[in-house]
């Protein structure tokens, strides 16, 4: 909560100006029932026209006192309010940007927006509502029961002894209602998350007819929501008649007693109808008291959701003897010994024992079942995450000693789930070229990754606009795309993880004769579900549960291990003779 | 204000002309006014009459009585002045307590009817918008991007909320204050109420006035907030490819621009909603000064009474307030109704329908006499025959297994289809699958593989030419029935929050724990979903995170077995999984496929050697069919796709 607040901290000056200027305000607004006792008690009793008229001016020149410092608390509020929520957001994604992909994994991407969007906005709201409130109903309420203390210390009293009666009861109705409105808030958090999780799914949805099933689903919750909500609604009904009630008494007892002391010339009649007046006030800054509170509640739910995220520290950082000039130069890859389990994961490691070498230059393929370990395997090199035991070498020096952005500069990786960005085709190549590189190397790596052909037929060609996740290209198009905007960095290494899985037979052939070509010297590891996209690999692992289960050539392969032969006859419709290392 | 680009799904940018998904053809929306969508949200307020009753008695009755006391007030102070005495004091306040005894029980009332009604609107806007994303067609989504869809669905339809409350609630209770207020007013001076009431036009103008002002800039927050949750769920979701590339810096510049021009925005918003109340204070004690001198002077002069000014004091401030206080809650109905805009244009876009007079599949099918021998009785032309499939169909029709009755007879006649106008994805296919069949679609990337299927679910349109299953053009037959018996394995498969059970039961949800564990045996899927920690009620996680992409395509098989359906669509289906549980795999497919009309977008040799008729696409038409050996023989370019996998990239690979 504290790393939230801290954020007001810059716009505090503005956030205090304006509830002192709602002050003003406030003052403005106690001192017209003041004014008006002795235009009633001296003007209207005694006929002076002059009090009459002063006292008009006099309220008058309070009201426009009264809207400057209204008008400015409110371009002060609303100027802290939003900066406030500004560097809040900015801060929050600056954070989820730096956390590390197990941390991101364990909020979830539909949290993680939720943190960043609505529960700052509703920070933002409740900041304006406290600088507006907060300070003007406690002030107005204060100032009510000084003003009539000042008028009469009886019923100066009783006023504060019926206000703290009041405040006591509201207090209790509160405390019943903050809870269920914190569970009201949970229940909004689940709808919104199957809601979410609805618009993902939305083909598989269409394609099986289970639209009514989805919103049987939704309703139930939609249901859950509806009645907790009305149940918080229920406890809060009490507390407005209540006060209402309880003021309505106190003016009746202002009546009784003022009329008493009327009656004993202790008091004007002017004075009384003032009192009844700031008994509205109390009432209203009371009933204020309910609408702050269902604001606090979700103000803290959102608080704590947005601190949350704060505090979450990246487990993968620059090492403080990691070396600052480090770079990857030649693309040596070596793992030693390496165990890797997800953070918080249960059962077997995901990774045991791995040792492997790639030469600069030297090709790796990678074959293995489901959940083998394949992708976690690759994404230990960039240092997605940290092995747990053993350590990934690149050019012989472990990971961790060079600055993350070097690493990551040094490896290439064209990742299984394809991610486009929304904008040119332009812009996401340059994600890997840079703003300076010329079109032409643009062009020619689209080239190699099969992909200048579509976007040459497209009639916008590199500036065709695509949609959020590549939206308007098909699944092979982003593939290749997403291929040749890693080839653009020009890495030492290049991992191809699963990443022609879209591609027909011979364009992912032309995309394999193209990348020998053009990236000669530079280490590349193929995972692949295709034995084809391998087969020519200088040395192919293939990862059962997490172990190497066997590694060779594909000739070495065929000759020894029985799993892979039939796989090839499996995949490529061929019979293999034992050891027979070629195809017919 | 119709000329608000925003105002389109998807938040103003055009996805690519070229390419399968994305683009956009639907027609853009036309941005409603306010009083429509103020009129449309009273529709829904009005569907709860007997509460709105309640409220309405309610309201009423707490309002006499906010009406009614000051008077009496009035008439017991006003002995007190003239005489000093008090006569009738004790009475008069024995009346008021029971007054305002019965007044705050009025609230209560309102108050808890109030929550009900506007919870059970919320509740069934809600519902409503959520049944109606389930209708919109797939063109929608290709378009919007779902952060933006998702903040209508959340952030706006909680705006209304807001909205709907207490300050409708309050618009009622202000708007009979101020008719009671005023009938009393009357009958008490003409004169003082006139006074009184020449502030009114001057309220009524800066309120209607700020009230404008105000909507429009939350409209323009709400669309900014919505531009940048689709940013924010964009970059996260690919924050991998951000990290790989080590784009963070450049990411939080560019977020840092729109966070700007969102703070901007809500500035300005929140500005207009500051500044109100303080300009009707202004107004407001204004009229509370003229009033307090005009009631001077009058009483001075003898025209009123000393009670009657003080009582006009009273009423002026009881009329401002509901005065003052409707215009606030117009304000915050203001916003409410920019949020209930965005969502009333979900609400109005055109939804996937039947065609008129459209009947279930089945009850048209089993009205034709026979199958069609050929596609020639309904006007189309012979489907060009796979060799060895050119048997009849009624040797081939397998009694089926599925419960539709249907016998999975598919035709394509002379279909063409475009995503974008000019630029044919499709162009006149045609080709017959018998019943039980399978039907492999081969071709290269983009050549409207995906499309193609995609129009058999119709989750498109044709656009001309036809597509007949068991003789029945599925345009003309319910969207329901032609989807159920279809069993389609997607690119992608996806998975939702619950048990594995339940996923599988995604496919019939009336099948047994027997039924949903023999299909996923039927997958191969048994095995890792034993090994999980609470086997078939093990939780997965929204995304299907804690799966392998191989076990989640596993599962989507299971469920299509389960769905049993006429007709099996599989897209590219094994292409996750891995290679030792894809022979299981191709096993159980042939199981499955058996009896089954089968569409098969193909990358495997054995799906493709298997299949009775091979089609071959290339740019959207079909250049070639027929069996395997056929092809091969034929030399064309099938035999050189099929070659090509084959040859290894150089000699020296082996």
């Known amino acids: 909560m504290k790393r939230v607040f801290a954020y007001m901290r810059p716009h505090l000056l503005f956030f205090l100006i304006a509830p002192a200027l709602k002050a003003v305000e406030a003052v403005a607004g106690l001192l017209q029932p003041k004014i008006m006792t002795t235009t009633i008690d001296i003007g209207v009793v005694t006929g002076n026209m002059d009090v009459i008229w002063s006292n008009g001016l006099r309220m008058l020149a309070v009201a426009l006192v009264g809207i400057a410092g ?164 229920r406890t809060m009904a009490f507390s407005g008649p209540t006060v209402s009630l309880g003021m309505n008494m106190a003016t009746l007892i202002v009546l009784w007693r003022g009329g008493q002391l009327v009656a004993g010339r202790e008091l004007a009649i002017g004075q009384v109808v003032a009192v009844t007046q700031y008994i509205a006030q109390v009432l209203f800054s009371l009933s204020m008291l309910g609408f702050l509170l269902i604001n606090l509640v979700r103000a803290r739910a959102s608080a704590l959701r947005v601190s949350e995220v704060l505090e979450a520290q990246p487990t ?44 600069q230059g030297h090709t790796l393929g990678i074959l293995g079942g489901t959940s083998s370990g394949k992708s ?42 394809t991610v486009l960005f929304s904008g040119t085709i332009e812009d996401n190549l ?63 290494i290049l991992i191809l993880d699963d ?86 | 204000m119709s000329k608000d680009p925003a105002l389109r799904p998807g938040y103003g940018r055009r996805p690519g002309e070229f390419g399968v998904r994305g683009a956009r053809f639907a027609p853009v929306v036309k941005p409603r006014h306010a009083r429509e969508a103020l009129a449309r949200l009273m529709g829904y307020i009005g569907q709860q009459r007997a509460l709105l009753a309640v409220v309405v008695g309610a309201t009423l009755a707490s309002s006499a009585v906010a009406v009614v006391a000051p008077r009496i007030v009035g008439q017991a102070i006003d002995p007190m002045i003239t005489s000093g005495q008090l006569p009738g004091l004790a009475r008069s306040i024995a009346t008021l307590a029971a007054l305002y005894a ?59 909320g807001l909205a709907l409350g207490q300050p409708v609630a309050q618009l009622l209770s202000s708007t009979l204050s101020i008719f009671g207020i005023l ?142 206080e409707i215009s606030n809650q117009w304000n915050t109905v203001q916003s409410g109704l920019a949020g209930a805009e965005r969502v009333l244009e979900i609400m109005d876009y055109p939804v996937e329908t039947d065609a008129p007079g459209a009947r279930p599949l089945a009850e048209q099918a089993r009205l034709r006499p026979t199958l069609p021998e050929s596609g020639s009785e309904d006007g189309s032309p012979a489907a060009p025959r796979a060799g060895k499939g050119s048997g009849s169909a009624t040797q081939t029709a397998a009694p089926s297994s599925h419960a539709s009755g249907l016998a999975g007879h598919v035709v394509f006649d002379g279909v063409s289809f475009s995503y974008v106008h000019g630029v044919p994805v499709l162009e006149d296919i045609s080709f017959e699958a018998l019943p039980g069949q399978t039907v492999a679609i081969v071709g290269e990337t983009g050549s409207g593989k995906t499309t193609l299927i995609s129009l058999l679910a119709r989750f498109y349109p044709v656009q001309s030419g036809r597509i007949l299953v068991d003789g029945v053009d599925i345009s003309r037959a319910t969207l329901q029935s032609v989807r159920r018996n279809l069993g389609i394995v997607l690119q992608d498969s996806h998975l939702f929050s619950g048990t594995v059970r339940e996923n599988i039961r995604f496919g019939r949800l009336d099948a047994t724990d027997e039924e949903v564990e023999r299909a996923a045996r039927l997958a191969y899927a048994d095995p890792f979903i034993r090994r999980m920690p609470n086997g078939y009620d093990s939780m997965l996680t929204a995304d299907g995170r804690n799966l392998s992409q191989g076990q989640r395509q596993l599962l989507s098989i299971a469920r299509a077995i389960l769905a049993a359906p006429a ?56 250049v070639e069919r027929g069996t395997h050996r056929e092809l091969l023989e034929s030399g064309g370019h099938y035999a050189e796709l099929y070659n090509s996998q084959l040859s290894p990239v150089n000699s020296e690979a082996s």
Not at chain 2, 106 to 122: D, F, G, H, P, Y
């Open chain 1, 316 to 359: 993968v950082v620059d090492q403080p003897d990691a070396d600052p000039v480090l770079r990857v130069t030649r693309g040596e890859v070596e793992f030693r010994d390496v165990d890797f389990r997800y953070p918080g994961a249960a059962g077997p490691p995901t990774l045991s024992g791995i040792s492997l070498r790639v030469p």
């Open chain 2, 183 to 324: 009938a009393m007013m009357v009958s008490m001076d003409v004169t003082m109420t006139l006074v009184v009431l020449a502030m009114m036009p001057v309220t009524l103008f800066v309120a209607v006035k700020v009230a404008g002002w105000t909507r429009r800039h939350f409209k323009r927050r709400q669309e900014a907030l919505g531009e940048l949750n689709a940013y924010v769920e964009e970059l996260i979701s690919g924050i991998r490819v951000v990290k790989a590339f080590n784009r963070e810096r450049e990411v939080r510049e560019s977020f840092s621009g729109r966070n700007a021009e969102l703070r901007l925005v809500a500035y300005r918003a929140e500005l207009m909603t500051g500044v109100f109340m303080p300009l009707m204070h202004l107004i407001d004690n204004i009229g509370f000064a003229v009033v307090a001198l005009a009631g001077g002077l009058l009483s001075a002069q003898a025209r009123i009474t000393v009670g009657t000014a003080a009582a006009f004091q009273l009423y002026s401030r009881q009329f401002m307030q509901p005065v003052r």
């Open chain 2, 567 to 622: 007709i099996l669509v599989l897209d590219e289906a094994t292409s996750n999984v891995d290679t030792q549980t894809e022979m299981a795999i191709q096993k159980a497919m042939l199981e499955l496929m058996k009896g089954r009309t089968s569409l098969v977008i193909a990358h495997r040799l054995s799906t493709v050697q298997g299949a009775d008729l091979i089609l071959v696409l290339d740019r959207g038409r079909i």
């Open chain 1, 70 to 233: 209204g008008l400015g608390a409110s371009v002060f509020a609303a100027r802290s309010s939003q900066g406030f929520g500004a560097d809040l957001r900015q801060a929050v994604f600056d954070k989820v940007m730096s956390l590390s992909l197990a941390d991101v994994d364990r909020f979830s991407t539909g949290s993680l927006i939720t943190r960043i969007t609505s529960d700052i906005v509703q920070l933002e709201h409740t900041a304006i509502m406290m600088q507006r409130i907060m300070v003007r109903a406690p002030l107005l309420a204060i100032g009510a029961v000084i003003m009539t203390l000042s008028i009469s210390v009886e019923l100066g009293l009783l006023l504060l002894a019926i206000s703290g009666i009041l405040l006591v009861v509201v207090g209790f109705i509160m405390s019943k209602a903050f809870p269920l409105f914190t569970q009201v808030q949970q229940r909004l958090d689940t709808v919104n998350s199957v809601v979410q999780e609805n618009l993902s799914g939305m083909r598989t949805v269409k394609a099986y007819d289970r639209g009514s099933y989805e919103v049987s689903r939704f309703d139930a919750i939609n249901d859950l929501l509806f009645r907790t909500s009305v149940r918080a609604g």
């Open chain 2, 102 to 160: 019965a007044g705050a029980f009025a609230m209560w009332v309102q108050q808890t009817a109030m929550t009900e009604m506007s919870n059970r609107t919320l509740r069934q806007m809600r519902h409503d918008l959520f049944a109606k994303v389930q209708r919109l067609p797939l063109t929608y989504f290709d378009g919007a991007a779902q952060g933006d869809l998702m903040s209508r669905l959340a952030n706006d339809v909680d705006t209304v």
């Open chain 1, 430 to 492: 340059r994600w890997g070229a840079g703003p300076d590189a010329a079109r032409q190397e643009l062009v020619a790596a689209a080239e190699v990754a099969q992909a200048a052909h579509f976007i040459q037929a497209s009639a916008d060609g590199l500036n065709t606009i695509i949609g959020q996740r590549g939206a308007g290209l098909s699944g092979g198009q982003r593939q290749r795309v997403s291929i040749a905007r890693s080839l653009l960095r020009k890495a030492p």
């Open chain 1, 499 to 584: 990443a022609t899985s879209a591609l027909d037979f011979r364009t992912e052939l032309n995309l394999r004769r193209a990348l020998r070509r053009h990236a000669k010297g530079t280490t590349t590891i193929i995972i692949a579900q295709r034995v084809a996209s391998v087969m020519d690999a200088d040395e192919i692992i293939i990862l059962e549960d997490g172990r190497i289960a066997a590694r060779g050539t594909h000739g070495e392969l065929l000759r020894t291990c029985p799993s892979y032969r039939q796989l090839c006859q499996l995949q490529l419709g061929v019979k293999f003779g034992e050891g027979a290392a070629a195809n017919e």
């Open chain 1, 376 to 417: 976690t395997l690759v994404s230990l090199i960039p240092r997605f995450y940290d092995v747990t035991a053993g350590e990934v070498l690149v050019d012989g020096i472990n990971v961790r000693r060079y600055p993350l952005a070097n690493l990551r500069a040094g490896v290439s990786i064209v990742l299984q789930d």
